[in-house]
């Protein structure tokens, strides 16, 4: 089943809470609902927030209908929809793109909307072959590729498949995949949460690491190649991912292991020039300082709890979408 979809006028979305305890699933259909789901982050990552995005653009039209909205009631909830969360670029993509046909008719825009949502399903594979076969030639040899991976760039975070788990899928399919390791991701665990289930359910041998390890088992060699997903890729090649992917890049860099990018077209920003210009989701103290209901920190501490980091270009050896290789170490640029 799709991570996101559209059935019978609601958005049906796997509940991404509730992993991976439970597959369970919600209907939405208010803006505010859908609204409420991304910023829980019971519907994530940088692709199936583009797919939420385009759909929410038909529900705020459908609840517009129903409750007798004007134009401007319309357009105030789109627009909360778009800035639900800051930095993933696809998100206000996703409805900048599906709201331009609002004066068309509702048809259009829901046919752009599923527009969207098979097009990031094709997208996802094209990248999943596409990176197979440059960690392929990058890595050399004919034995199994280990992977390490940050956050959950799977089928949960786009509408199906996958970004940087797409290429572990691929990887996987043609038999050159060897063990993987998930960063668990603090503080939300989507790597032990939701990586991890993922890689469960594909049958591969996988070890879920804290964040900290992940930089020294790259120094000891323990992986072959790092690949993540990206929620917004700057003009200049700079990539804004979960927080903690940059020192994997650096541990990378100075092993002397690809760091590859795995990410559709769309995330990539032709407006923002480099990573300085990246708006990064501050999510508070309490995802930090609180876990499983109890404080964890003395009551006189405060946190910082930046949702995302930027890698600089330079430590980037390739970004892989759907229609290309980009190399950015080597001084390509996305735009
Ligand atoms: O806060 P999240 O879980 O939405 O962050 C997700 C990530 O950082 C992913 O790596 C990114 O969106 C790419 S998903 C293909």
Excluded at 213 to 232: C, I, K, N, S, Y
Aim: proline share 5%; aromatic share 2%.
């Amino acid at each position: 089943m799709r991570t996101i979809d559209w059935d019978g006028g609601a958005v049906v979305i796997i509940d991404q809470v509730a992993l991976p305890h439970e597959l369970r699933t919600q209907r939405l259909t208010e803006v505010a609902e859908l609204v409420d789901a991304i910023r829980r982050l019971a519907v994530r990552g940088a692709p199936a927030l583009g797919a939420a995005g385009a759909l929410g653009v038909v529900l705020a039209i459908d609840q517009g209908q129903r409750e007798g909205w004007d134009d401007d009631g319309v357009a105030a909830a789109i627009e909360q929809v778009r800035s639900a969360r800051p930095t993933a670029a696809n998100l206000a993509w996703g409805v900048e793109r599906v709201a331009a046909l609002v004066p068309k008719g509702r048809d259009d825009v829901l046919a752009e909307a599923l527009a969207v949502l098979d097009e990031d399903a094709a997208a996802n594979r094209a990248i999943g072959e596409r990176g197979a076969d440059l960690l392929l030639g990058l890595c050399g040899g004919d034995g199994p590729i280990r992977v390490h991976t940050h956050c959950n760039a799977g089928a949960l975070a786009c509408v199906e498949w996958g970004t940087a788990l797409g290429v572990v899928r691929s990887l996987h399919e043609r038999g050159r995949l060897g063990r993987v390791l998930a960063d668990e991701t603090r503080p939300l665990l989507q790597g032990a949460r939701l990586t991890a289930w993922e890689l469960d359910r594909m049958g591969v041998d996988h070890r879920v690491v804290v964040d900290g390890a992940g930089p020294f088992l790259v120094a000891r060699g323990e992986t072959d190649a790092v690949v993540v997903g990206a929620d917004r890729i700057a003009a200049n090649g700079d990539v804004a991912n979960k927080i903690g992917t940059y020192p994997l890049a650096l541990a990378a860099a100075r092993a002397g292991i690809p760091f590859v990018v795995a990410a559709p077209e769309s995330t990539i920003d032709p407006a923002t020039p480099d990573g300085a210009s990246i708006p990064i989701e501050d999510r508070g103290d309490g995802e930090v300082l609180v876990i499983a209901g109890h404080r964890i920190a003395p009551e006189g501490s405060a946190a910082l709890n930046p949702a995302f980091d930027v890698t600089p270009a330079d430590l980037v050896t390739a970004i892989v979408t759907e229609a290309r290789t980009i190399r950015p170490a080597r001084g390509e640029r996305p735009v």
